[in-house]
């Protein structure tokens, strides 16, 4: 490895000459450590064929460690100063390979398309406030992503790879699991962050597969998921009653399911709610 990555010092420099106050709203906290970094970039597992999706790339802390292996990177920021220094910072540490670099200045709920080539991993330090619904947005719109390493805040990583069954299974467990499997792989302590946040951050690693083979579409699936969740005390029957016109019918459309109407969501797998969902109205409609 160079010694081209970003430490606490250049990181304040760039913030002073950006004139960047790290707000909460947008999870603004930048890795100042090389060697964070560097195991982020290991443990993702990324290679010289990968073209990385980075969401938020900030000052370009783990940006350059992703140059430093991939094939490429497409960094999608929000804040327009930042989106525009990332470049010129590549450039400046990295200039062999600053030219593998495409930086996008958008909010990444809304990207819908991505230039060619396709991403192939998505490696990034998500924002705090909007992780779940940009990961799942991000492996709903772009396909061509196998597996990725995301590091959000503990408490969401514990949420994100819990089981069926378990305390923190809910609706981002469910969701992800139409899309891949995710493994809780490591921590990260809030000192190698500027500003400190005030919590720890998990790594999450995630291989792409199959969804649920379902007559049911994906939208139908959530809905399910997303009912199944908003009264998580209550039982199938009666939490899908709404969905379904009565607690009875929901009760037939589990058994036919082969569920438990007595059962509570927290106990069903993603493929329980696809054998579910199917006998909502619609649902032979195709699949996306």
Known sequence: MSDALLDPRTIRALAAELDLR????????FVHDANTVRRIVAVSGVGPDDVVLEIGPGLGSLTLGLLEVAAGVIAVEIEGSLAA????????RLPGRADRLRVIEADALRVDELPDPQPTAVVANLPYNVSVPVLLHLLARFPSVTRGLVMVQAEVADRLVAPPGSRTYGVPSAKLAWYCSAKRVGSVPPTVFWPVPNVESGLVALVRRDPPGTQ???EQVFTVVDAAF??????????????????????????????DPQARGEVLGIADFARIAEALPLA?????
Request: proline share 4%; no cysteine; aromatic share 2%.
């Open 230 to 259: 908003s009264q998580r005390r209550k039982m199938l029957r009666q939490a899908l009653a709404g969905l379904f016109g009565s607690a009875a019918a929901a009760t037939d459309a589990l058994l036919a399911a082969g569920v």
């Open 22 to 29: 790290p707000t909460k709203q947008r999870g603004q906290n």
């Open 284 to 288: 032979g409609a195709a699949t996306r």
């Open 216 to 218: 049911a579409t994906r």
């Open 85 to 92: 220094r990332l470049p010129r910072t590549a450039s400046e």
